[in-house]
Each structure stands twice: as structure tokens, then as C-alpha cells.
């Protein structure tokens, strides 16, 4: 298993945003979390990429805990993610965007003298990175212009270039217009469908987690309700009971 | 040009231009952190008037010359940035520029009540360009410390320039765009705020360390909150993120309080005004004016 999750626990006060979460997502399985809004989706990143520390419980990566670890020590463990709320640098290029990501994996890229090797690299590695998501037209345009659309896939092309073993989408299509939805879905199933990608994915809309995930895992107040493959999911009551039935 | 200055100019132009020289390297040292790191220093005085006294204690109390107290001056105020940048960089925002300041306002207190090494309210006088090493003796004439003061500034900008437009110099950007997101990134970015912190001291450091022996003197107005300011508006009129723009900034600074003050005590009141004027509607400060007016791309050494 690459990723265990076992009693993950978070309380914020009175609430408990993530209640005794355990869970295991296997190498190059693309997992999806649903749940209505506050079902604890984006709290349930948040700890596994140490922005916040669980209250109680473990978070283990390829057999090894992640508990206590900073987060750019768990990023360098190859864990990548990306934000709800699109998080980019708005005065670079979108092509410095990408190669500040992959700059963080080259070895020495603290150095502030003779670094034009490590640029280089990392340029390149961008570049193709940018290529993959359709990018390479708006590469020298600011990120804070692009359209809504392309800075979501340009923040994926960021988690992509860093090569991780587990990438973390939240709320990829966040958003995203109809057109802009189906040009994401297909673009992330043509990546996610080589199988060589460990993805856990956060997702509202139920046509792209049906079309992208292996297995689906359903929140409901911080709680595993449900886990599964998407036709057993289909057809569980209880998550159409809170979730797909009536309500959405 | 300025090479040639010594040549043609008047001897106290020379002093103003040498002073000038001087501010420009201490404004921006504080660039690396304002405009590129987005680390906002209410207190960046610290580092000129640590310079200062330790390069002065130096001249006075060692037999070491000039030429190699004033970078041991500057390394040490880096080396003393690193603590202080240590428990400043636990904040953030706002914070993280109070801080600056009470470190800052610390040093002060120092400076005023340790007397035995400071001089106290007197400062120390009387500060002497002793020449070394082996007799060189060029650096110690007005024209010489002109020259000395062009060299370090020339290197100091070649070195930030270099600086930014590193590796290191793009997580900097990255820090001052989206630091969560550099976070996310994997890089530790305390650790790069530290670093650039410890240089812009030890370059504020250097600035100080070459005004004590070109003044004489070292007390304690220059360690002072109001010269915080000042070197934070010098920053800012001049165009912040631009290190050519702050060095303008800070002449521009020292020529408008040298005018002004010919006419009214209360020239500080109407630099007040320009620095409002240039907030409003020159946001990109002076270099932003002139690579408009010229054409050239804006803030081409961002």
C-alpha cells in the first residue's frame, strides 16, 4: 500500500472535521473522495500533507509515517497536491510557475551562484510538463492573466513536473465552465490512464469522478461512510441517502 | 561616469556623492528583502548602525586598517542577522515587521546605554581611515574613499543582481507571490527568509561599516527607528524589486533633504508630501518612471 491512512482524527474545538478516517489507496490506484460540502475533504489533504496536525491517529507513505514531518519534508517524500482555491505565482510566466516546481527536485537548488545548470534542467523538464497539459501556447503569458481553465491545469502541470508518487487533486474542475470541464477530464484521463500515478482526487462533480476513478471513498461528517468501486457506490443507499439522491 | 566624478566635482559635492554612494548600497541591502521577498523591515537601521559602531570600535580600539574592518564589520552584523532573523521569521506579516523593529529599538538601547563601548549618548568620534594593508595608503584620501565606496557598491550590485536572478533568487519571488504555495513546493521556505535576511543585514552592515570611518563618527541616530523609515521611503520612491531603483532612491532622498533643508526646517514635512505623491501615482517609484519614459521593458532586473 502506498498510502495508509488509520484513525485519522482532526477536532477544531467542538467539531471533529475528520472523524477516525482509515483508508488505503494502492500503487497507481486513482482514488476519489466525495462528500457534500464540510464532509471534511480538503481537511483530510491538509493533514496528509502536514499543513495541519492530526489530533489523533497515524498517516503512513510508502511504510514509512509522515506524523510530525514539516511540509515541504512531506512534498520531498514525493507527495504533490494541488489547492481548491488556485494557488500559483501571479506575476511569473506560466513557464516560471512550472519551472519553480520542478526546480524543488534537483539536487543543491538553494544555489545562488553558477545555478544556470539547474534552470536549464528544470526548464526543460517545464516545458515538456507544459506540453502534456496543452500549455505550451500560453507558456510566456503571466499566470495572473490566464484563463480560469488554464490555471487550474497549470497548477497541475506544477504537481505533475515534480514527479510525484502520490498526486493529490483538489477540486480539479473547480469553476471550470461546461467546455472547460470536458477539455480537463480528458486531458487528466489521458495522463491518469497510464496507471503509473498514484492520484487521490477531491471532486464534486460525479460525472468526472465517475470517469476518472479506480475506487471511490464517500465522506460524511468527517466519516468513511462508504468505499468502494464506483457501481458499488452507485448503488449504496446509504450515500445516495446523504449525497447523490435528492439533495445534488 | 561615475568613475570620473572625483575629476569635476566641487570637493563637498564629492562628500554628498560618497554619502550617496552609501545610502544607495543600504537601500538596497533592504530591497533583497522588501521588494524581492516581500519581508517588510521596520528596522533595517539595525544593521547600518551595527556596521557602523563595529567597524568603528574596530579603527579605535584595534590596530586592524580599514580595508579589512570594515568586511569584518559586514559579516559580523550577517552573522548577527542570522539570530535575529531566526526569531523574526516565527511571524509573519505584520508581525514579522515588529519584530524587525524591536530588535532594532533593542540595538538602540544598547547603543545608548553601553556606554563603555558605545560612547553612550556621545557616539563614537573621531574614527580613522587607518591605510593597510602593507602601507596602502590610496583609499584614505576623499577622492580615495569615493573610489572605495564606488567599488563596494558596484559589487554589492553585481552580487544581488546575480542574487535574484538565481535559483535561490526565484524561490525568493516564489516566497513573495504565494509562500504557502512554496510550501507546498517542498522548499523550507524559513530557511531561504533567514538566508536572505542574514545577507541584506550583512550588506546594510557593509553600508554602515564604510560610513563610520568616511563620517568620523558612529552614534546613535544611526541605529535609530526614524532612519528605518527613511531607508524603507528610499526603497520605496526609488522602486522597490529593482535594486538599480532604491540606489536612486536613496540620492534622491539625500539631494531633496540637502535643498530642502537650505530653506525650511521642516523639509521632512514636504519629503512627506513627495513620498505620498509617489505612493498615489508612482507605485513603480522612480525607476519605474524612467524605463517607462525610456521604453524599455519595466523592472527589467526583476
Redesign the interface.
Known amino acids: 500500500m502506498l498510502l495508509e491512512l488509520d484513525g485519522l482524527t482532526r477536532r477544531f474545538g467542538g467539531l471533529v472535521a475528520v472523524d477516525r478516517v482509515s483508508m488505503k489507496v494502492a500503487e497507481g490506484e486513482v482514488r476519489a473522495v466525495i462528500g457534500p460540502n464540510g464532509a471534511g475533504k480538503s481537511t483530510l489533504f491538509n493533514l496528509i500533507t502536514g499543513v495541519i496536525k492530526p489530533s489523533d491517529g497515524t498517516v503512513r507513505f510508502a511504510g514509512e509515517g509522515l506524523t510530525g514531518l514539516s511540509v515541504p519534508r512531506i512534498c520531498q517524500r514525493g507527495i504533490a497536491r494541488t489547492f481548491q482555491l488556485t494557488a500559483l505565482f501571479p506575476e511569473m510566466t506560466a513557464r516560471e510557475n512550472v519551472r519553480l516546481a520542478a526546480q524543488a527536485r534537483e539536487p543543491r537548488h538553494w544555489r545562488f551562484l553558477g545555478g544556470g545548470a539547474i534552470f536549464a534542467k528544470a526548464g526543460k523538464r517545464a516545458d515538456s510538463a507544459l506540453e502534456l497539459l496543452g500549455l505550451t501556447g500560453v507558456a510566456d503569458r503571466l499566470a495572473g492573466v490566464l484563463s480560469h481553465g488554464d490555471q487550474r491545469l497549470l497548477e497541475i502541470a506544477m504537481a505533475l513536473v515534480q514527479n510525484p508518487r502520490l498526486l493529490l487533486l483538489d477540486e480539479p474542475t473547480q469553476g471550470l465552465s461546461v467546455e472547460e470541464t470536458a477539455h480537463a477530464v480528458e486531458t487528466l484521463a489521458a495522463l491518469l490512464g497510464h496507471g503509473n500515478m498514484t492520484v487521490l482526487l477531491v471532486e464534486h462533480d460525479m460525472e468526472v469522478v465517475f470517469q476518472l476513478a479506480d475506487k471511490i471513498t464517500v465522506l460524511h461528517r468527517g466519516a468513511v461512510i462508504a468505499d468502494g468501486s464506483p457501481q458499488t457506490i452507485r448503488d449504496d443507499t446509504e450515500v445516495q441517502r446523504a449525497y447523490l439522491g435528492g439533495l445534488s | 561616469m561615475l568613475a570620473l566624478a572625483p575629476f569635476a566635482l566641487p570637493l563637498y559635492a564629492m562628500t554628498l556623492l560618497t554619502e550617496a554612494l552609501i545610502l544607495g548600497l543600504f537601500a538596497m541591502s533592504l530591497d533583497l528583502m522588501v521588494g524581492y521577498t516581500r519581508l517588510l523591515s521596520f528596522g533595517h537601521a539595525a544593521a547600518f548602525g551595527f556596521g557602523a559602531y563595529a567597524s568603528g570600535w574596530l579603527l579605535l580600539h584595534t590596530q586592524i586598517s580599514m580595508l579589512c574592518a570594515v568586511p569584518l564589520a559586514a559579516l559580523l552584523a550577517g552573522i548577527v542577522a542570522i539570530g535575529v532573523a531566526w526569531v523574526c521569521t516565527y511571524a509573519t506579516g505584520v508581525s514579522f515587521s515588529m519584530l524587525t523593529l524591536a530588535f532594532a529599538q533593542l540595538l538602540y538601547a544598547i547603543a545608548f546605554k553601553w556606554t563603555s563601548v558605545t560612547g553612550g549618548s556621545d557616539g563614537l568620534a573621531g574614527i580613522p581611515r587607518r591605510p593597510g594593508p602593507f602601507g596602502f595608503a590610496a583609499f584614505g584620501s576623499r577622492a580615495g574613499f569615493y573610489y572605495l565606496t564606488l567599488i563596494a557598491l558596484t559589487a554589492a550590485f553585481a552580487f544581488c543582481r546575480?542574487?535574484v536572478h538565481?535559483?535561490?533568487?526565484?524561490?525568493l519571488?516564489?516566497i513573495r507571490?504565494?509562500e504557502?504555495?512554496?510550501?507546498?513546493?517542498?522548499?523550507?521556505?524559513r530557511?531561504?527568509k533567514i538566508?536572505v535576511v542574514a545577507l541584506a543585514y550583512a550588506l546594510g552592515g557593509l553600508a554602515g561599516a564604510l560610513y563610520a570611518p568616511f563620517a568620523g563618527f558612529a552614534n546613535t541616530e544611526l541605529v535609530f527607528w526614524l532612519f528605518s523609515g527613511q531607508v524603507l521611503i528610499m526603497v520605496i520612491v526609488g522602486g522597490s524589486g529593482t535594486l538599480i531603483g532604491p540606489i536612486l532612491g536613496a540620492a534622491f532622498f539625500l539631494v531633496v533633504e540637502h535643498q530642502l533643508s537650505n530653506y525650511t526646517e521642516a523639509w521632512a514635512l514636504f519629503f512627506g508630501l513627495i513620498f505620498i505623491a509617489f505612493v498615489i501615482f508612482a507605485p513603480e517609484g522612480i525607476w519605474g518612471l524612467l524605463t517607462a519614459r525610456f521604453g524599455r521593458a519595466g523592472g527589467e532586473t526583476r
Do not use: D, Q, W
Open positions: 546575480a542574487l538565481s535559483p535561490f533568487g526565484a524561490v519571488r516564489g507571490e504565494n504557502a504555495k512554496t510550501l507546498a513546493l517542498g522548499y523550507n521556505t530557511l531561504y538566508a
